[in-house]
């Protein structure tokens, strides 16, 4: 399958400060990108959609101004949680959808751990 | 509102059983069905279901979609302990959705 590489695979921050992590389409350009958030022993939560070129579409109860979302190329997007704080703390996935006739297939990254101190 | 469910949403089973894991959605802009299986992180891709009655094979898994009733099962034979994992159904539409997934545990 294809591959999507996310990093950093684990982070631990101070609150208050940024952290950015990226998601990269290594074969294959992803029309569109989502974000996830996994609280433990739940299911993904969708956090935004994004496709390349245009502002992300966030879901509701999801802060656009906390968790920016950049979608710049067809290989790339990142999001960064601004101003962190200790409940932001969480297993963040990004999947790139690989557009295959008029269905979308979606392959996860690897990740990120996230704990804000 | 968009809604995916799956069932159960715990399964406990022993080494060599059968199981078959439950998931139904709501169509809007249906476009396909995809099956996931999580185990410690990112969840790997299991199969994309588009076709109603087609049954999609990968060696002990096997899954099936049935557009006219809006639901697709996964069934998993001759369990192995390697098979506990949480199994994800999602649906791709206007968006994507996952359910809340099974979790399956098995005993040897």
């Known amino acids: 399958g294809a591959v999507v590489s996310q990093h950093p695979s684990r982070v631990i921050c101070k609150s208050g400060t940024s952290v950015k992590i990226e998601c990269r389409s290594l074969?294959?350009?992803?029309?569109?990108m989502f974000w996830y958030r996994q609280f433990p022993k739940q299911s993904l939560m969708l956090m935004a959609t994004?496709?390349?070129?245009?502002?992300?579409?966030?879901e509701q109860g999801v802060e656009k101004d906390k968790f920016l979302i950049n979608h710049a190329s067809l290989t790339l997007s990142t999001l960064t949680v601004t101003s962190a704080h200790p409940e932001d703390s969480s297993f963040y996935i990004c999947?790139?959808?690989?557009?295959?006739?008029?269905?979308?297939?979606?392959?996860f990254g690897q990740g990120t751990r996230l704990t804000v101190v | 509102e968009d809604k995916v469910v799956q069932s159960p949403l715990s399964l406990v089973v022993h080494e060599g059983d059968t199981v078959t894991l439950n998931c139904s959605y709501e169509?809007?802009?249906?476009?396909?069905l995809l099956w996931y299986k999580q185990e410690k992180k990112a969840p790997t891709f299991l199969f994309m279901l588009?076709?109603?009655?087609i049954e999609k094979k990968s060696g002990r898994l096997s899954s099936i979609l049935d557009k006219k009733e809006l639901f697709s099962i996964l069934n998993i034979t001759a369990t192995q302990t390697g098979d506990s994992a949480i199994y994800l159904c999602?649906?791709?539409?206007?968006?994507?959705?996952f359910g809340p997934g099974t979790r399956l545990s098995v005993l040897p």
């Open positions: 999602a649906r791709d539409g206007q968006n994507f959705v």
């Open positions: 999947s790139a959808g690989n557009l295959r006739g008029s269905h979308t297939e979606a392959f």
């Open positions: 994004s496709n390349e070129g245009s502002k992300a579409t966030y």
């Open positions: 169509v809007t802009n249906f476009r396909s």
């Open positions: 074969d294959f350009q992803a029309t569109t």
């Open positions: 588009t076709s109603s009655g």
